[in-house]
């Protein structure tokens, strides 16, 4: 997680995750992993120890206070987005360093652990919609048409904009306020989000206003950034553990 260069910063991404600015920099800087192995592992170890039954407790937690809300949460998401979930189940990986992850083109997320369980929900929805907005545009735009990191700019935006709706505002807790620190860690993509809040109320359907929110960012500052051949996704997670995890009926 620390090796790209992002506009968010490595001092952003390694306060979140609870580590080290100078120790993250050490990270980025490796040439080889087995340089920083043994440093990883010491601070892998130290985490687990410190935590002690946290990750356990936030499984039970997370459920209990995830079980009372899916229901609406889930109808509400199918009915804005005018689709079906894709897959009958999610599978929530609670982490002990990373505050969340979106597998693009499968049905895991990750969340950390030692959140309050009702605050908790709007993260875990938000890496929930962001995989089912990516979802959604994959099914009618093709990697030509828009790179991965094409959809992925806007899944995270439109998420925010969907999780605002007001079916939804009641689960989220007392202390959540509409779309401020939405995109914290990703100050490239401030400007396409202004753009699309406008294109996403004045919508006709969902999948027009994905074919012109596909448009606006190719066209975006951030979409001249982007690669049109080969692109990969950021945040696909090939290896989740076993453990710890708790699967949700959607």
Same mark, same amino acid.
């Given at each position: 997680?620390?090796?790209?260069?992002?506009?968010?910063?490595?001092?952003?991404?390694?306060?979140?995750? #609870?580590?080290?600015?100078?120790?993250?920099?050490? +990270?980025? /800087?490796?040439?080889?992993? $087995?340089?920083?192995?043994?440093?990883?592992?010491?601070?892998?170890? &130290?985490?687990?120890?410190?935590?002690?039954?946290?990750?356990? /407790?936030?499984?039970?937690?997370?459920?209990?206070?995830?079980?009372?809300? =899916?229901?609406?949460?889930?109808?509400?998401?199918?009915?804005?987005?005018?689709? *079906?979930?894709?897959?009958?189940?999610? &599978?929530?990986?609670?982490?002990?360093?990373?505050?969340?992850?979106?597998?693009?083109?499968?049905?895991? =997320?990750?969340?950390?652990? #030692?959140?309050?369980? +009702?605050?908790?929900?709007?993260? &875990?929805?938000?890496? +929930?919609?962001?995989?089912?907005? !990516?979802?959604?545009?994959?099914?009618? !735009?093709?990697? +030509?048409?828009?790179?991965?990191?094409?959809?992925?700019?806007?899944?995270? =935006?439109?998420?925010?904009?969907?999780?605002?709706?007001?079916?939804?505002?009641?689960?989220?807790?007392?202390?959540?306020?509409?779309?401020?620190?939405?995109? $914290?860690?990703?100050?490239?993509?401030?400007?396409?989000?202004? *753009?699309?809040? $406008?294109?996403? /109320?004045?919508?006709?359907?969902?999948?027009?206003?994905?074919?012109?929110?596909?448009?606006?960012?190719?066209?975006?500052?951030?979409?001249?950034?982007?690669?049109?051949?080969?692109?990969?996704?950021?945040?696909?997670?090939?290896?989740?553990?076993?453990?710890? $995890?708790?699967?949700?009926?959607?």
């Amino acid at each position: 997680m620390f090796r790209p260069n992002e506009p968010g910063g490595l001092a952003n991404r390694a306060s979140y995750m #609870g580590i080290d600015y100078d120790f993250a920099k050490k +990270i980025q /800087e490796a040439k080889n992993y $087995t340089d920083v192995q043994k440093d990883l592992e010491m601070l892998v170890d &130290t985490r687990y120890t410190e935590i002690g039954n946290g990750l356990l /407790e936030s499984v039970k937690a997370y459920s209990e206070s995830w079980e009372s809300c =899916i229901r609406e949460f889930s109808m509400a998401v199918t009915e804005i987005t005018e689709h *079906d979930w894709f897959y009958k189940n999610y &599978t929530c990986v609670v982490s002990a360093f990373h505050l969340g992850i979106s597998n693009w083109y499968g049905n895991t =997320i990750l969340r950390k652990y #030692g959140e309050n369980p +009702i605050k908790q929900r709007y993260a &875990t929805a938000w890496e +929930i919609v962001l995989s089912h907005v !990516f979802h959604i545009s994959r099914k009618y !735009f093709n990697r +030509i048409e828009a790179p991965d990191q094409i959809i992925w700019a806007i899944s995270e =935006i439109t998420a925010v904009l969907i999780l605002a709706d007001n079916k939804l505002l009641k689960l989220w807790g007392e202390d959540y306020i509409l779309h401020v620190d939405s995109l $914290t860690g990703y100050p490239q993509l401030f400007e396409l989000e202004n *753009d699309l809040i $406008t294109v996403y /109320e004045n919508r006709e359907d969902f999948k027009s206003y994905l074919n012109i929110a596909i448009q606006i960012a190719k066209e975006s500052d951030f979409g001249k950034t982007v690669s049109y051949e080969n692109s990969a996704s950021i945040w696909l997670l090939t290896s989740i553990p076993k453990i710890l $995890t708790l699967n949700q009926l959607l």
